[in-house]
């Protein structure tokens, strides 16, 4: 295993990351299946409103796409020492 991979299956197994944050890991290091990685795509298109609805179907990728875009998720997970 790389080290890279390997700090990446640290974040996903740590405590410290919510299911929504470790969703965003996945998504930015390609890690997510076809389904999700659609679903990322829908998410990544949709407007506000669209976002809403997608929201009542899957919040976890919903706020992980939000903390990510416009929040500070990728600040903190740099911080955190994940090149992303």
């Known amino acids: 295993m790389t080290e890279a991979r390997a700090l990446v299956v640290t ?14 890991i996945r998504w930015q290091f390609g890690l997510l299946g076809d389904f999700q990685e659609a679903l990322s795509e829908a998410i990544k298109r949709a407007d506000d409103s669209n976002l809403a609805r997608l929201e009542f179907g899957f919040p976890e990728q919903v706020a992980g796409f939000t903390a990510w875009s416009r929040g500070d998720l990728g600040t903190r997970l740099r911080n955190a020492g994940l090149e992303i």
């Open 11 to 24: 974040f996903l197994e740590s405590d410290q990351w919510t299911a929504a944050e470790k969703w965003v």
